[in-house]
């Protein structure tokens, strides 16, 4: 019907324009239209018209209204008249004869959309590319070129917002890992040009990357288990499709510069207790002089005895406090708060403007039957700590060879080199600068005072450090300056593949990979570091070597018939070998003899080392089909056998099927005009996993206990009492199925031997997820908008669950298959050009994503799962300390005025947030372009450990604040009375019959009853009341709700005209900027950069956390930068 | 070269390279092999493994429920009696029992020292669980996936068996004795000798019966009274320890295991503070020990007390809110742990398990209740003051004379400056004679008596007895109130291993039914009753 009427209003427009023209003449004008095949005029289009005897050549271009004209055409000639537009195929109109001027010397073309816009091709799994129509799943490719000008220090945290239900966690820290959260789970695997990489993220360059693919569920089953929680595929770039030689240069200058997540601390009161602090040697010996907290006196210029004060042993001096008089040899001096200077303390004094350069040379060179891509990167990171940073140096080599029409030779090396002398190791505990400088000391100390500038006491250089305490505190240039901690880790991955097209429906694909990292890391701790564990302060140093082998040979066909007119069938069918091998050791001196002298031999207790190996094959073959029929559908369906090295070798073989559909409506129904595209999809697949693990510690199964870490007897054991255990990439066999010994020294040297707690049903199988999507494309408006919308099931389960079993039979957990839970989700993505001028236009880029995991199967026999979890909860529910409350959900006070714990642990919200979001906008206007993202999400809660840390500790702005700012100034006017009570009383009831409370199982108060209540009367200390309160897991829950402008790209291409005469190609110049904003409620007292806690694994940061709680962590910054692109 | 032999060519190099780095040289059961660590080990390292398990360590936890000590600042920790779970020496346990497996499998005799120790580690370990939480799986349990849901066993049935265990221990070890059976080897307490652990098998034996104190008339049939009294009056039967010399005890050494609390720690000694509990009683009795156990409290010192005054010694009530003991501590009226004896050195003094004094005491009790008249010593005073002698004798007190005692005022540094030493004069006649010291007689004021030297007794030693002591008994009165939490009562018993609740949910809801279907720390277990 709508073409009927296109129909008519040509035809009037045709007579209309038609109409003055009539005299005989030599020339004649043409005039036409263009429409789409759906019947829109097409503006834009290029016609060209050209003589077939003279050649003689025309062009116009079409109007707003489709229409373009001929002017001066030779009547009797004949042309041959083209059409071109972007987006649509070419269409051609040949021999054309022009009328006497006046007769209807007009034409209408027609375009056909060209199924290139809407046969973009993605790459799926093992690399093979495809046509996004027929694609069963949701898919979404990122252009390497959008992460390479904003960039972060990481490779991989450019992704943050730009695929749906990926869920990017980028960590604070220098080195640090991003967590990669794909609906939920971690995605471990990397795959380059169809074979897996290990990968830590920092050995990815991405100047060498063409795209990035993310699959998501169903699309990864063709990868087997490392793939059960998705991927991402990454093309590396090849030679350019152009003739001849190209260069390009990318250079990326940036400074990390004012903070968007800083702990505001106080600076009105000190170091100590309750009060008081006098200092005799920081050990203990003053009063509050060791492991103290910000409860000290208040700065106000009275006489104290402080860690740079003169030592007089012939003279006692007294310092008292209420009933406590302490005399000491330090002589007083002022109390003032020196450590805050300029209005600022002593961390932002110590933190510097961090800078980061990123450069990268690229040659490429193609011929006819060769093409070839060298490419060199650098990146120097300097941290906004001082003496910290990392550099980078990536080589990549790319080359493909046709000997013959049938044979393509490609290969590919890349090696990478991380290294840095010297990391900080963020953390909670005396090893972490910022647990020294962002929670427990403040100003009664300055970071710029020579002496403190200077570490070492006079005489006792690299023996004794200076700083007001030596138990757990640290002067922070001995920790950046002295202590440190190197990380050298070289990769090399690369392959050779050989492609021959045997005929015109079948090739055959050979591909050998290799993928290989060394790792050695070294701490040099000096004298006086006292880390826990290590309290003799005198020194030590560790070697921690690992080196990785792992290898992937496949053999693979691909074939693709058309069997019918109707029918065509394409596919491959392959198998690979997987080849694994690990080792690692771990040595660590017992002390040193002397200082400074960072060797085995110099250890004054004899050495302690561990060591670990693990090998791992998998053979594995699959084989996929996709059919298509006709225009209606296309039906894919993938199978993989793995057999596995890592499961008992009983069960060790398990098969994953896939089948999808997908149908281009739009294809076969005609839809409303405005609908330019519909495709619906649906998808199936069942995943399996094995025992092993993506990452590794540096000691595994190790039975060092000289040192009192874990012997735990897993991957991650930690030898040492302290620091980051650093997980590597690993994906080898993790042993958690076999029961073994656990062997340790713990007393006198002696050996002893403990058996596993765990036992194992024999028929294990391995872990099962079936996936559901389904979803639709669908796009508007001649194709300027487009949605995607997806749905996604998930059945996890049966697992390969570490069950807790009841302790009275022996052990404590049993391996079984069992639990099973049930994640749903939606993705929407819209994408869009709002305005598509020749000058100016807009692009628009929306994700949003949610989803939810609820229990569905508890393990056999249970009713609950730990303890607290029932069919139909959330997994993400979170359970910890809280308050006693009343019925209407006052807090209960003690007879003291502290607020009282509930003896259970309640439950106290989610941690998965309700959804996440992002916008990209990218505005073009001539040679300029400006582009922004912003992204964040809404819902789910954490514990925030920093708030709870300085709000326990007296650190935190939020204890000289308000009410407790006032009772604070009471009770220093009262520090050191013995009968002080106080003067805060915290908001909520007290019993006032004198009744106990009763609790059931579940800490519901079951005598509610008996209980009378009457408003908190008693009086509190701050100290002591904060420390109840904030030790109180409910007390320190904030919300995860946040968002941030990520990135702003100001970018400008010089003109082609410029570069004309020169060798030049391209130019483009931007100025760039990445995490510019941040919007988080109360950012003022937490200093919580919350985005990085997407998952209750807090990766780099993995100890002295709870589930559900964020870490410790370096202040995060903006970053400002200029990026220059050039091609020749 | 044509196309075909190129092409074949490039098979036979992905052939090679295929074949090198896949390496099949390993199969697939060979490579699933964790090669890290042991499939199976010799008895000794778990005999040694079991040993170390036996320990409970000073400064933590135990001190203060034990009232020894108590936190004066609540961010390290604070004196609530809000137990959790249980210790759960169950895994314990299983090492014991692969233990005895795998000496038969060595090719041991039915009766070979890790059966009879076994024995004895089967009733230590589930009379400690059983203390802790009253019924607990016994006969159902250890059996791994054999019963996944071990039924819960009466209290009393953990005691008759553990009894049974330990007759058994005593007879298998002196046939072994009798044997001169010498292949025990990883003790790290008794020099693996047979002839020492048998007096600790008796010795504990009678610990565990006093326990039982409170059934002797209501439960006839444990024969509580008879057992106590044949054992004591058979020590050719029933060995059972002479002195101090032989008691079950951790020595700490240096540098592989410290005691907990020693210089590199000495800025913890300010968080903690003595209790009124201890100090309290010591100073009330005029005692010596507290000049050795206990630092004057530093502001009545500098308010000018004596350090050798017992008025200058002052405990911290545990019942106390924090907040007020965190100012009690900073206006310096508290007394701390004796740093000189606790913190001025790695290996402390070492933690008896189980002892001779304890075993004075424990034997005096059964006398003063009369479940015997005497034994080998003499009658209740003998033992009671046998208990107090070696006692005063660990803390190197002298029976009479001049005794040097260390203090450490405000402002010393550890290992820069002198400890303040003095002298004080010491008479064991003397305090003896005192009518709060000296035997009362076999009644209720005597039981006090021996109950309170039982406590002072066991300062810093032998986990959770006094606990347990206290819980049975009553002495010495434990303070209570808004610094122990609970709404001011003192929890009965710990709660069960939590696992439970949904590992092994309806026995557990069993076991739980006869305190109302609560998990209840006040609930009162059944030796209690």
Known sequence: MRKKINRFLWLAFLVLIGQPLFSQQVTADVTGAVLSEKGEFLEGVTVRAENASSHERYTAVTDGKGVFSFKGLSVEGKYDFTFSMIGYESGSQKNFVVKQQGQKNSLLMRLKEKSSELNEVVVTALGVRKEVKKIGYAVQEVKGEELVKARDANPVTGLIGKVAGLSVGPSAELLGTPSLLMRGNQITLFVVDGVPISSDTWNISPDDIESYSVLKGPAAALYGSRAQFGAILITTKKGSRHKGFTVEINSTNSVDKGFIAYPKTQSIYGGGMYGEYAYADGYGGGVQDAQYQLWGPKFKGQLLPQYDGVYDPNNTYTTTFGNLSYQGHIVPAPYVARGYVNGKNNLERFLRGGFQTTNNVALSATGDNYNLRFSLSQSHQTSIVPNTGLDIINFNMNGSYKPTDRLTINALMNFNRTYTPNIPDVIYGPSSLIYDLSVWTGAEWNVDAPDIKGVWQPGKVNVASVFPEHVHYHNPWLMVNDWLRGHYKTDINGYVSANYRIDNHLNVTGRTQVTTYNLFRSEKMPFSAHPYGRALEKGDYREDRRNLFESNTDLQLNYNYKLHRMFTLSGLAGGSIRAFSYNSNFTTTDYLIEPTIYSFSNSLNPIQSSSFRSDMRVLSAYASLDASIGRYATISATGRVDKSSALPTEHDSYFYPSVSVASVVSDYIRLPRAISYLKIRGSYATVHGDATSPTIGMAPYNSITALGGTTAGTLMDNPLQYGTNYASPYGGPDYSLQAVFSTSKPYNNQPAASPSTNIYDPNIKPFNRVNYEEGFDIHFLNHRLGLSATAFQYIDGPRILANAISPSTGYTTYYINGLKSQKNGYEVTLNGTPVRGKEFSWDVLVNWSTFQEKYKELPAGQTSYNTFYHVGDRVDKIYSSAFARTTDGQIIYDKSGLPLRNPVNRFLGYTNPDYTWSIYNKFNYKSFYFSFQFDGSVGGVISDYLLLKTMVGGANIATTEGALGKARLDDDANAGVSSWKGSYVGSGVQVSNGAAINYDNLGNITNYKNLAFAPNASTITVQNWATQYYNTMEGTMVTKTYAKLREVVIGYDLPRAWLAKTFINKVSLSLVGRNLLYFYAQNKYRGLDVEQFNTNVVPAVSLATQVGSSALQTPTTRRFGFNVNIVF | ?529
């Open chain 2, 1 to 529: 070269m044509n196309v075909r032999t190129y092409s074949l060519k490039c098979l036979g190099v992905a052939v090679l390279v295929l074949w090198v780095f896949s390496s099949c040289k390993k199969s697939f059961s060979e490579l699933y092999e964790n090669t890290n660590k042991p499939k199976s080990v010799l008895p000794y390292l778990l005999f040694t493994g079991v040993l170390n398990q036996m320990l409970d360590a000073p400064g933590g936890q135990i001190d203060r429920t034990n009232q020894y000590q108590v936190q004066n600042n609540s961010y390290f920790g604070n004196n609530q009696y809000t137990f959790g779970s249980g210790d759960n020496y169950y895994q314990t346990l299983n090492s014991v029992v692969t233990m005895e497996q795998s000496a038969l499998a060595g090719g041991a005799a039915a009766v070979n020292p890790y059966e009879a120790l076994g024995k004895f580690f089967r009733a230590y370990f589930y009379i400690k669980m059983s203390l802790e939480m009253g019924d607990i799986p016994l006969t159902q349990a250890l059996q791994g996936a054999g019963t996944l849901t071990p039924a819960y066993d009466p209290q009393k049935t953990v005691f008759k068996t553990a009894l049974l265990w330990l007759d058994s221990a005593n007879t298998d070890l002196a046939a072994l004795i009798l044997r001169k059976d010498n292949s025990l080897t990883g003790d790290i307490y008794l020099a693996n000798s047979l002839v020492a652990w048998q007096k600790v098998v008796n010795t504990f034996r009678l610990r565990v019966l006093i326990h039982l104190s409170k059934k002797v008339s209501s439960d006839p049939d444990l024969q509580i009274a008879q057992q106590f009294a044949n054992i004591v009056s058979n020590p050719a039967k029933y060995p059972l320890m002479q002195s101090s010399r032989d008691n079950l005890q951790y020595t700490w050494i240096y540098p592989t295991n410290s005691y907990p609390l020693n210089p590199s720690g000495f800025a913890n000694g300010s968080l903690n503070n003595s209790t009124s509990t201890y100090v309290g009683l010591l100073t009330q009795l005029q005692d010596p020990r507290v000049f050795v156990t206990t630092d004057p409290a530093p502001g009545l010192v500098t308010a000018g007390g004596s350090p050798t005054a017992f008025s200058s010694f002052k405990g911290a009530d545990p019942g106390a809110a924090m907040a007020d003991l965190s100012s009690q501590n900073g206006g310096g009226s508290l007394s701390y742990i004796n740093r000189w004896r606790y913190y001025s050195n790695y290996t402390g003094e070492p933690s008896i398990i189980i002892g001779y004094p304890e075993l004075c005491f424990n034997i005096a009790e059964a006398i003063n209740r009369g479940w015997l008249t005497t034994g080998p010593l003499g009658d209740a005073a003998a033992y009671y003051t046998a208990g107090i002698q070696a006692s005063m004798l660990l803390y190197g007190i002298p029976n009479a004379g001049p005794m040097a005692v260390y203090s450490f005022p405000q402002g010393r540094r550890m290992n820069i400056d002198p400890f303040v030493i003095d002298t004080v004069t010491v008479n064991f006649a003397t305090y003896y004679g005192q009518s709060l010291v000296q035997y009362h007689g076999n009644d209720a004021t005597g039981l006090t008596q021996i109950l309170q030297q039982r406590y002072i007794a066991l300062y810093l030693h032998s986990g959770l007895e006094p606990y347990f002591t206290w819980r049975r008994t009553g002495v010495p009165a434990f303070s209570s109130g808004p610094g122990t939490g609970n709404s001011g009562r003192i929890a009965l018993r710990y709660q069960y291993l939590s696992a439970d609740k949904s590992a092994n949910a309806k026995n557990y809801q069993a076991a739980i039914a006869q305190y109302g279907g609560v998990d209840d720390i006040n609930g009162k277990m059944w030796i209690l009753q």
